[in-house]
């Protein structure tokens, strides 16, 4: 969803509010949070709504960046012994990276990919 001036705001609320509702869904229904197990749910049910099209809309504003991740700032202080700490300290400890830092390291990735021709697409 991109708007007539090519903003992607509309996209990046979008892609919060499911990612939010879904990570609300597994709080309530989840007794027992083992790490192992919550950052799997997140992996794989939250995780993706955030990223998806990730190189098609890649949010570069500030405050779209902030939205996306405050769903996965909200991930770790699901877990009692780790709200003491800060984000990235909790980041650490379930081995996680920011969104961010997925988002370059797919862009290198790709950028990769393109100059060695191990695609379609090529950077001239």
């Not at 001036?5 to 989840?30: E, F, H, P, V, W």
Request: charged share 30%; glycine share 4%; net charge positive.
């Amino acid at each position: 969803m991109i708007s007539d001036d090519g903003k992607t705001l509309s996209q990046c609320q979008y892609a919060y509010n499911k990612a939010i509702r879904i990570l609300g869904m597994i709080n309530r229904t989840i007794r027992y949070k083992e790490r192992r197990i919550m950052v799997r749910l997140y992996k794989s049910l939250v995780r993706p709504h955030l990223e998806y099209c990730m190189g098609a809309w890649s949010p570069h504003y500030l405050k779209d960046k902030e939205l996306r991740e405050r769903v996965q700032h909200r991930f770790t202080r699901m877990f009692d012994n780790l709200r003491q700490r800060s984000y990235d300290e909790r980041l650490k400890s379930l081995n996680l990276w920011t969104l961010e830092a997925r988002q370059n390291r797919q862009d290198l990735i790709k950028v990769f990919k393109m100059y060695k021709g191990f695609t379609r697409l090529s950077i001239d």
